[in-house]
């Protein structure tokens, strides 16, 4: 579904990205990982039109990305919701711009808000509910356009452990019942692990290296050795890229 | 019981009698007609209330609401299009940056010459006042404008219409509320300077006029007049700002 090639991104005269190639099938799920200041922001913002490459190119479903795309959802890093709607009015936004009538937006929101449990806030702004139900209201706010490809930055990062494994175990619940084409940015090794079915290290604008992951899907992996193999070897790259950096200077 | 210690603790109340407490005594202590006693000047107050110093009021409170509407609808505009365009920017900033620090009050005879002696001069030279801070306060507001929120509603497929309604326009409304909070003690005062002239109606004519004829009681009716207009102004751009802007 998603592929990029050879792909570059300059800020002026910072190269952000550069040389990237990847591939990710339809209703595959992809985790990118790596340090800070990596470029995943970048990459993903790219990946949904926001952000125009200086070389290269991304394709979906085989056609060249110049903007950004209807089917696409993205959500960002801290959630971007609107301060000035309220829940409901930031989920039905998206669909208002599609011109669809009123009857079926209402019935479209409140299902969604209903199915991750915050239809009870549906009046509030964003700034009186917690950071737990903020990023579901971004969640159902990307979700209820139901995209085909959905981009995530940090979806989970600005919460608690508790938290991040209740919004983790969402997205796999909805993915699970909903397949889509997912690529998720995150900066932690065990939600890489959990939600990607490959996951990307990256070191500075360029990708590191790639693993495939045999036990995705499975909700109770936490409990379970395979997981911490995995985990192990991810932070086995991250590491061997700090290492170098450090050789670097 | 009750209904009494809400009024012990209500700050307008309490601002109000130390008010009172203090124009008392100053009455007592000047101890002559030039500072009426709060009383008298409060019973002629309601008295003229009922004739024509509710219009003088009135008046005024009209020139001073159409000068707002009026550098509303320049003010937005104007200062959407220099947030959203760095060349309009580059433009105009110089300009109202030039402009806006100088005294406007200055260019009165200018507007009469210019606008007649009517109302249109007073409210052109309240909006010259006001327009400025409006301007400036929507560019700031929507240059501080995240981008993630350009973002979000781009991914959602808003159109360039949408995001206007549904993102740069609110963003920046709790900003123009603040700047018309600003700027409308400098136009109360611009304004009583400006009735000053070829006008017979207006509270700054009213006020003027008793002191010409020597009456200190309705004059201070009429201080007292301007000042609860000064408020209740206040008051309703706080209501207007809590009903439009619920979010803040
Ligand atoms: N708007 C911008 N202008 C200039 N440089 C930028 C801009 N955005 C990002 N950069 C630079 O590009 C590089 C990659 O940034 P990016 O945001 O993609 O990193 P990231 O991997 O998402 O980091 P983090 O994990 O901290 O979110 C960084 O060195 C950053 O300084
Ligand atoms: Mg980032």
């Known amino acids: 579904m998603i592929r990029i090639r050879d792909l570059g991104v300059k800020y002026g005269n910072e190269t952000a990205l550069e040389n990237i190639d990847l591939d990710i099938p339809k209703n595959k799920t992809c985790a990118i990982i790596g340090p800070s200041g990596c470029g995943k922001t970048t990459l993903l913002y790219t990946m949904a039109g926001l952000i125009v490459p200086s070389s290269g190119k991304v394709l979906i479903n085989g056609e060249e990305l110049k903007s950004t795309r209807k089917e696409t959802g993205v959500i960002l890093q801290n959630g971007g919701l609107l301060p000035w709607k309220t829940a409901w009015d930031n989920v039905a936004l998206g669909l208002k711009a599609r011109g669809m009538d009123k009857a079926e937006i209402n019935g479209k929101v409140s299902a969604i808000l209903e199915e991750l449990g915050i239809l009870e806030h549906r009046d509030k702004y964003p700034n009186q509910i917690s950071g737990g139900q903020r990023q579901r209201v971004s969640i159902a706010r990307t979700l209820v356009l139901e995209p085909d490809l959905l981009l995530m930055d940090e979806a989970s990062s600005s919460l608690d452990a508790i938290n991040r494994e209740h919004i983790q175990n969402l997205i796999l619940k909805l993915y699970m019942k909903n397949p889509a084409t997912m690529v998720m940015v995150t900066h932690s090794i065990e939600e890489a692990v959990f939600l990607g079915q490959t996951i990307v290290i990256m070191e500075r604008a360029a990708i590191k290296h790639i693993i495939e992951n045999p036990y995705f899907g499975d909700e109770d992996i936490r409990t379970k050795p395979e997981y911490y193999n995995i985990c192990l070897e991810v932070r086995k790259w991250l590491s061997k890229e700090l290492s170098k950096e450090e050789e670097d200077k | ?248």
Request: aromatic letters at 14%; one cysteine or more; a positive charge.
């Open chain 2, 1 to 248: 019981m009750k209904v009494f210690e809400k009024l012990l603790r209500s700050r307008s109340l309490f601002g109000s009698l130390s008010i009172l407490i203090l124009w008392y005594v100053l009455h007592l202590a000047i101890g002559s007609k030039i500072i009426p006693g709060p009383f008298e000047t409060i019973v002629t107050f309601f008295h003229l209330m009922t004739g024509s110093l509710l219009l003088h009021i009135l008046s005024s409170i009209l020139r001073i609401t159409v000068a707002i509407v009026l550098s509303m609808g320049i003010g937005i505009p104007l200062g959407l299009w220099m947030g959203l365009s760095k060349r309009a920017d580059s433009f105009i900033s110089p300009i109202a940056y030039i402009l806006y620090p100088i005294p406007k009050v200055a260019f009165l005879p200018l507007f009469m010459v210019l606008f007649g002696l009517g109302n249109s001069s007073k409210i052109i030279l309240i909006l010259s006042i006001i327009v400025f801070q409006i301007i400036l306060a929507v560019r700031d507001g929507v240059k501080e404008i995240p981008k993630e929120y350009f973002y979000s509603v781009a991914t959602l497929g808003l159109n360039r219409w949408q995001i206007y309604s549904s993102l740069v326009f609110p963003a920046v409304l709790p900003k123009i509320m603040s700047a018309l909070r600003v700027s409308i003690g400098v136009s109360i005062a611009t304004l009583f300077f400006s009735e000053n002239y070829a006008t017979t109606y207006g509270i700054g004519y009213f006020i003027m006029n008793c002191w010409v004829m020597v009456d200190y009681v309705e004059m201070f009716a009429g201080i007292l007049a301007m000042s609860l207009m000064g408020t209740f102004i206040f008051k309703a751009v706080d209501w207007a700002e809590g009903k439009i802007c619920p979010w803040v």
